[in-house]
């Protein structure tokens, strides 16, 4: 299915392969990718995990991402994730190859790799833009982290039975505290991730919205809250304690205190994301979520 937002994607002279950690079953898959690449003249560049199995030097994934066309990343949505933080602001498409168990973001099935290069190879795939969050934590002016996040940023508690006091601003405008054990601030993409999990809707990744997720609020009328992409979000944590964090995709952050301030606000760095060329978007939701299974 293709959509307005898809642009097409330009055959790539050189590909990098990613490849999840700790995956020695996939020393097979990363020999034959490498080799049935570089049997199109392509260039092949390897991260340090893939480059394990193959005896070649591997990149970091910053330096790979850095220096291809095209990034395949063989893994889960975790791997996925990983390689985006690494891509930064750079605009190169990643293909994701699912060798996890759900894979929302790794659409492509391995029995569908060599058969969607092909397609790649001959510019016959489409590249869908992701929207991603500019995310920002500051403690009395001073920045403590910045970060760059896909799916979404959540601020959390740590300790067991408490919950957290959030006061949220979106666009100067007071929504509420929240009074839970945290709360997401989530992309269309991460519509289906921790925010989902939480109680959140599920957006198609063309909707241009972000929304507010409370996790367990102690008010059960806290329901989540869509909210324009245009939207800057501001949350200041309102309680005393230790264990309170802020954290982008699940993969990095920051401790904080009372007083501590975030901006979440949508990035001018969208990912691109190459998409199935075989399944539509509602295809992907029902095998995924197993809708109509019994």
Known sequence: MT?????PLRPP???????KRSQPQAAGIVRGLEKWLAGRGLEV?????????????????????AAVDLVV??????????????????AVP???VNLGTLGYLTEIALDELFATLER???????????????????????????????NDAVISGAELARMIDLETCADGLAVTTYHADGLIVSTPTGSTAYSLSAGGPILLPEVAAMVLTPICPHTLTQRPLVLSDSSTIEIIVRSRGEGVRVTADGQEGHGLQEGDRVV??????????VSSPVRDRFEILREKLRWGAR
């Open 45 to 65: 560049l390897l991260d340090e995990e893939a480059a394990e199995w193959t005896g070649h030097a591997g990149r970091t994934r910053a330096e790979l991402a």
């Open 13 to 19: 002279r050189s590909i990098g392969v990613c490849l």
């Open 120 to 150: 790649v190879l001959a510019g016959d795939v489409r590249v869908e833009p992701r929207m991603r969050l500019d995310v920002v934590a500051e403690r009395g002016g001073v920045l403590l982290g910045k970060y760059l996040a896909l």
């Open 94 to 96: 990643i293909l994701g």
């Open 3 to 7: 959509k307005a937002s898809d642009v």
């Open 73 to 90: 990343v063989l893994g889960g949505d975790g791997t996925l994730l990983s390689v985006s933080r690494s891509a930064g602001s750079r």
């Open 264 to 273: 979440v606000k949508r990035s001018s760095h969208p990912l691109l994301l």
